[in-house]
């Protein structure tokens, strides 16, 4: 009998394709949904976050859950009433997992959650890994709020795992394409000083990352969802022109601009995160496309 996988926000970016790779491995899928029935042949349980309610069967089914919901980041301006979404959408979700399972009898082995590279703060030159501390402006407290709740799962004697995910290459979603469109419109240009690391990763790598860790019993704790070649931002967008066959803007978008038109959401593309990879390659695990020529090459193969 397939064993079972149950996905928090799996019609997103990366549970999209995190559930073709489980599919093609033999796994059977389900979502946790706000409706009940099938999406794209995925059978989705309901639950209500706010209320607290979930099926249970969601939970007695289950071999393993991967936790990628939460509300995004990047898609609205930063008011007070969506950083509170922001947070609670991941922390109250995840309560309502944790207290589930407490309380029904299942048999699940391992609970893999997202997390955020940003939990490191502008670190400049650093490379950081798992040991480094924590940040303390407001995406690093949603990561920490995060990992906190995740990690209940432990009293549990639930196996756990989250993955601090970085820059998301995917031309589907994600950071990708908002990088991509002012180069492919020839105004692209380095951000603030553009000296800012990126820690980017294609799309395969960080869902293979997650793959991994449903399936590596010995892996636990937290690991960094990062390409082994960080670049800075004045790179990245160089190495994007280059294979699109566009001009870098020779002046950099000034960072005061960036704050005017995306407000607090700026500091994401002006503070740097020189993240390591070591921990989740001293796994094992191998990167597919370890250096941004790689990766641009598979994802603007029609460019």
Sequence with gaps: MAEKVLISGGTGLLG??????LQAKGYEVSYLSRSKGTKNGIKCYQWD???QEIEEEAITEADYI?????????DK?????YKKIIIESRTK??????????????HVKAFISASGISIY???GNELVDEDSEAADDFLAKVCVAWED???????????????????????EGGAFPKLLMPIKLFVGAPLASGKQYMPWIHIDDLCNIFVKALEDEKMSGVYN????HPLTNEALTKAIADKISRPVFPINVPGFALNIVLGEFAEVLTGGIRASSRKIENTGFKFTYPKINTALNNLLKDD
Excluded: C
């Design 121 to 123: 703060g502008d670190r």
């Design 16 to 21: 999209k394709k995190i559930t073709g790779i």
């Design 66 to 74: 991967i936790h990628l919901a939460g509300a995004s980041v990047y």
């Design 149 to 171: 709740a995740a990690f209940k799962m432990q009293e549990l004697d639930i196996r756990t795992v989250a993955i601090r995910v970085g820059i998301v290459l995917s031309e």
């Design 77 to 81: 301006r930063w008011t007070d009433e």
């Design 49 to 51: 976050i706010n209320k």
């Design 93 to 106: 979700s995840a309560a309502l997992l944790y207290n589930t399972i407490k309380n029904t009898d299942n």
């Design 225 to 228: 969802g990062v390409s082994p």
